[in-house]
């Protein structure tokens, strides 16, 4: 890197490039913790999951990245400035009407 030593330091500044860049995606697939997508409830259940954390066996669920999820067509070229906000603003709005 002894031509161009300014881009290893560079980092994707929209929704889509940091989801990219911290998790990875993969076809149009994310992969993470299925207790992200489905938190344990019960105690019973909580302790379940942590005790297969323990272990080590994490139950992994593909997230899909599409227009078909009208939330992520929102914000995915958002700029990192713009999203934080944005999403705030749609948390507060679900909140009050559940």
């Known amino acids: 890197r002894k031509i161009d030593m300014v881009t290893p330091m560079l980092t994707p500044l929209t929704y889509e ?4 860049e911290v998790l ?6 994310v992969h993470v913790d299925a207790a992200v997508i489905e938190p ?4 019973e259940d909580k302790a379940a999951a942590a ?3 323990a272990a080590g066996q994490k139950g992994m669920a593909s997230v ?4 078909a999820d009208t939330l992520y067509a929102e914000v995915r ?21 559940h």
């Open 17 to 20: 490039g940091l989801l990219d």
């Open 77 to 97: 070229d958002q700029h990192v400035e713009k999203f934080g906000s944005f999403l705030k603003q749609q948390a507060q709005a679900l909140k009050a009407t």
């Open 51 to 53: 005790a297969a954390a």
């Open 40 to 43: 344990p409830e019960s105690d």
């Open 64 to 67: 899909s990245l599409n227009d």
């Open 24 to 29: 990875g995606i993969d076809c149009g697939l």
